[in-house]
């Protein structure tokens, strides 16, 4: 066949090819084919490769002279930390500018709100309201979404037991029940309806997987555990995200038994790409593909390009090994084009799915951005998220709700005028959007009652340090009031990323300073604010009444001002356990019962004790007051024993027997009692979040099927194995108010 016809015979496929691609009316699946059949080995290798915009650093930056005209050339398939409708079409223009006019797909770190920002996720989880949590994902999405972010890098799943580690609070807790829960409220928030509509974001499941169980609580560290523990308590919250059909996965920066994530076929390839069919894409942490070589696991960039991209992680954030190397790791043999074919088809997907080549400008609305980031009814569903997140630890004598008819008020503390500390970490700053409308906690209360009280302020202290000079002042305040608020703990940049703490007691002198204003007499409600559970135990021992107020967000003020003045009743429970002592740490409630078991603190002798303190947490898992009190009464099951293919209709009755109406978090836990590996003494396996009127009662029901008994045994098997089980139902995975047993039977 001569050159002229040959030379007619590749236009002709290649505007076949691109009508093809071009053709909104056919599949994407074809549209993706069309694409891939004109593309170079280099441009499929420019989509599997992202970059940080040149703002904002969530990671060691490397700096590119040629960042623009490799975005030109289409060596670039994504860009993070880039924001707003401007700079996003910018970036976009250029973009489009690359041979076959690929759009960029852009991702941010929207992890708890965007230009609204909402409580820190582990803050949030303590609410168990699960409409809320998709709301505030919900309402996340709508904002980054039209300020031109087409995927955020949330929800960040990752079971955590051990608070020293900084980014406990990006999660939800201990839990793989409630975690799995939450992970699919999420996506379902982010993502909306389906990928594609413009006020949705895709989601990421991140950081997979079980980061969170870092040694010794440090972040980055390795991970050592069993595949039983793995598949039984960090994979599950993975799982449900992939059945909510989440878009993209990240791996995490940690080694597990040797094998770090980021090349870790059992967990990428194995796991979620075969057993669990998941079709989105996986992408690298923050260099974590050149980290690699850190690890020791690959000699150099070359080894660690091709050891990624073989065991399925897809995309490349900012290392540079897959731009530097794909080419000759394909040309040598070592990566098949199928692989690259494969992981560069799941980005393109996602990016048609968005529509970003029938409109690459379709998430860049000038007016819509205006209209969602000022939208007057996200601020309202900021400040419910914030207050039902709220924790009561402590109300010695029903101090709080405190009397809006309080004539004098001292708020005290280095955190009651604060502003931005009230965002936590991993908040975003919007480049151009004023996102200083955050209510302080002082602003909370004058709004509250400083039209009719005297509100009187004084620092006191700073969060660090030894310096006392402050404290006169503040007792002094404290002397000519009636109530004193002390608002006291972390600052908002020590949890997080990279903020693991040896000691995770309240810093500086604010403890020393709550003994002073206790010594006045006076009553004290002391405010903590942490993105992590904190040791106090001075606190926890003298303050009559606390709150665990996290950090809030934006209306972190009112939401706190709401609850001490009693225009909501504090309905969180805790979703991570709070230890007596750093030296308890990993603690948690679904543990084992040994051979020796300590059931109380008085039994030490040859138990699984401590000689020198006790072995429970200070407050537990599943723990936290309100201003009512509740009853639990009259637990039916509808048998006692169950075949596999049957369930359990169990009813139990809750009465509000206080004076205010308030909202009650109904926990089921179970034990099985003996099974072919040892079971926890406790597995929350349902709860209810139901409203109470003072007074009022209501039957809850749960349903117990095998699923709930199920477990994975020594053979990794999902088994639910004949055998008694208790039934325990709770305020708390301490306080069980009420007990019973079935059996399983085959
Ligand atoms: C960071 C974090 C990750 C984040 C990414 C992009 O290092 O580990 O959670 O999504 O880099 O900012």
Redesign the pocket.
């Known amino acids: 066949m001569n050159k002229a016809i040959l030379f007619l015979l590749v236009v002709t496929l290649n505007a076949g090819y691109l009508s093809n691609c071009n053709a909104q009316n056919k599949p994407i699946s074809q549209r993706v084919d069309s694409l891939m059949k004109l593309m170079t080995l280099e441009e499929k290798i420019g989509q599997l490769n992202q970059y ?1 915009d040149d703002w904002l650093a ?2 060691p930056v490397t700096l590119d002279a040629n960042k623009k005209e490799q975005i030109q050339n289409g060596q670039v398939g994504s860009l ?2 880039c924001m707003g409708t401007a700079r996003t079409a910018a970036w976009q223009k250029i973009a489009l500018q690359s041979r076959l006019h690929i759009p960029l797909i852009f ?3 929207v ?1 708890h709100g965007f230009k609204t920002t909402f409580p820190i996720p582990l803050g949030e989880s303590c609410s168990w309201d699960l409409d809320a949590i998709e709301l505030s994902a919900r309402t996340a999405a709508v904002e980054s979404s039209a300020s031109g972010i087409h995927w955020t ?2 929800p ?1 799943v990752d079971i955590a037991r051990d608070p020293r580690w900084g ?1 406990v609070m ?1 999660g939800s807790g201990e839990d793989p029940y409630l975690g799995s829960k939450i992970a699919y409220a999420r996506v379902k928030g982010f993502q909306g309806d389906k990928i594609g509509e413009t006020n949705s974001v895709i989601a ?1 499941a ?2 997979y997987a079980a980061y969170g169980a870092a040694i010794g609580g440090r972040d980055y560290n390795s991970v050592d555990m069993s595949d039983r523990l793995l598949w039984e308590v960090y994979l599950p919250p993975f799982k449900a995200t992939v059945d909510a059909n989440i878009g993209s996965f ?1 791996n ?2 940690n080694d597990i038994n040797g094998v770090p994530s980021t090349a870790n076929s059992y967990l990428l390839r194995d796991i979620l790409k075969d057993k669990w069919g998941f079709k989105g894409f996986v992408v690298s ?3 974590s593909v050149g980290e690699m070589i850190n690890h020791g696991s690959v000699k150099n960039e070359y080894e660690a390009a091709e050891a990624a991209i073989n065991a399925g992680c897809d995309m490349d ?1 900012e290392s540079r090994c897959y731009k530097n190397n794909l080419v000759q790791l394909v040309k040598d043999g070592k990566v098949s084009m199928s692989t690259i074919d494969d992981a560069v088809s799941r980005i393109l997907t996602k990016k048609f799915e968005l529509g970003l080549f029938d409109d690459p400008f379709r998430f860049c609305n000038r007016e819509r951005e205006e209209k969602e980031l000022n939208n007057p009814e996200h601020p309202k569903i900021a400040r419910d998220a914030a207050r039902k997140s709220i924790v009561l630890l402590k109300n010695e004598g029903n101090l709080l709700p405190l009397s809006k008819n309080l004539k004098t008020i001292a708020f005290i503390g280095p955190l009651v005028k604060a502003v931005k500390e009230n965002k936590g970490f ?1 908040d975003v700053e919007v480049p151009g959007v004023d996102s200083g409308y955050i209510v302080s906690q002082w602003e909370g209360l004058e709004k509250k009652i400083g039209n009719h009280a005297k509100l009187l302020y004084a620092k006191g202290c700073n969060i660090e340090g030894t310096d006392r000079s402050g404290f006169a002042e503040a007792i002094n305040i404290a002397s000519q009031a009636d109530a004193v608020i002390l608002s006291i703990g972390e600052r908002r940049d020590m949890s997080g ?1 990279a903020r693991s703490r040896s000691n995770i007691g309240i810093p500086g002198v604010q403890e020393e300073l709550l003994k002073e204003l206790l010594a006045t007499g006076k009553p004290v409600v002391v405010l903590i604010n942490a993105g992590r559970p904190l040791v106090f135990r001075y606190t926890s021992d003298n303050a009559p009444a606390i709150l665990y107020t996290w950090w809030l967000g934006s209306e972190a003020g009112d939401a706190i001002a709401d609850v001490l003045f009693g225009d909501y009743n504090p309905s969180a429970k805790l979703t991570m356990s709070f230890p007596l002592s750093t030296g308890q740490i990993p603690i948690y409630y679904s543990h084992f019962n040994t051979g020796r078991p300590a059931q109380n603190d008085d039994n030490r002798f040859y138990t699984s004790a401590y000689t020198d303190l006790s072995i429970y947490p200070k407050y537990e898992f599943g723990y936290g007051l309100s201003y009512t009190t509740f009853k639990y009464s009259d637990l039916k099951l509808s048998q006692n024993k169950m075949k596999k293919d049957e369930n359990i209709k169990v009813s139990v009755t809750i009465t509000n027997t206080g004076k205010y109406d308030g909202e009650e978090i109904v926990q089921l836990y179970l034990h099985d009692l003996v099974g072919s590996i040892t079971r926890p003494t406790e597995e929350l396996k349902d709860f209810r979040k139901l409203m109470l009127k003072a007074g009022e009662s209501r039957t809850v029901e749960f349903a117990i099927d095998k699923e709930k008994l199920s477990f994975f045994n020594k053979n990794l098997q999902w088994v639910a194995e004949p055998g008694e089980f208790d039934i325990m139902i709770g305020a708390s995975s301490r306080d069980i108010r009420l007990k019973d047993r079935f059996e399983l039977v085959d």
């Open positions: 940080n969530t990671g993070l930390n991702g941010q770190d992890i890098f949330a960040m980014r990006e990421c991140k950081h990240m995490s920066f942490d923050w260099g954030m991993w990323e």
